[in-house]
């Protein structure tokens, strides 16, 4: 278990066990942070707390969040960045595809956020940041569900940082690019090669250059910084 100074905040990355949550959790953990994942099953990474939770139930996220109060407190770093793809193209794509996606990605967003809210209100501090994607805001072939979901999260993250700017909480929006994770191990290799070629910086991402943006917006000095959307993603989006 990572050790926090007593400056360190109580933060929950959503979606942590692996991938860029995962990163993400170690770099908060590394700046001094209490730092807790989500898991849906197994047992949560190596020197990391972990917490039993689907976003897609509420009554499951309540619970996660009444155990990491009692453990580290109320939540002050929020990282939504729990998601899913299911592609296909609009003409096939069934009610349930579309739904289930957006009910991970975004509804489970907005369940996470309106949990967290009610503590940040209380401390007079929190920063929300929402872990979008650069199709989001680019549309993807294939990816309408996936893409509604994540250019839902600006929305979500700006009308948060309005709500609740008066008491210092922030909401922010990261779109990465093409990041070497799970997700885009499964895409056949010739589409890899595709997509690099359309990226300036001619590569994927690391988790840990997700991380590090997440880290700055959930520092202090990132506390004038809020409904912004920062893209992490090798020039591909050129900054929309
Ligand atoms: P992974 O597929 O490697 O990991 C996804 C994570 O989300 C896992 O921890 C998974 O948990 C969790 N998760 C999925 N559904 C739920 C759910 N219903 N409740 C709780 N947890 C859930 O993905 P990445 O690390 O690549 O992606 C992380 C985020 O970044 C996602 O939101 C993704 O859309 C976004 N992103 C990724 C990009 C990329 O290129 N990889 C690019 C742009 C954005 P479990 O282990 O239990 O399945």
Known sequence: MTQAPATGRSALVTGGNRGIGLAIARALAADGHRVTVTHRSGEPPQGLSGVICDVTDAASIDAAFSQVEADQGPVEILVANAGITDDTLLLRMSEDTFTSVVDANLTGAYRVA????????????????????????????????????????????????????????????????????????????????EIVNQVPLK??????????????????????????????????????
């Open 114 to 193: 309106k949990r967290a809210a009610s503590g940040m209100l209380r401390k007079r501090w929190g920063r929300m940041i929402f872990i979008s994607s650069v199709v989001g805001l680019s549309g993807g072939a294939g990816q309408a569900n996936y893409s509604a979901s994540k250019a839902g999260l600006v929305g979500l993250a700006r009308s948060i940082a309005r709500e609740l700017g008066s008491r210092h909480i922030t909401a922010n929006v990261i779109a990465p690019g093409f990041v070497d994770t799970d997700m885009t191990q499964s895409l056949p290799e010739a589409r890899r090669t």
């Open 203 to 240: 590569r994927y991402a690391e988790p840990s250059e997700i991380a590090d943006a997440v880290a700055f917006l959930a520092s202090d000095r990132a506390a004038y910084i809020t409904g912004a959307v920062l893209p992490v993603d090798g020039g591909l989006g050129m900054g929309h």
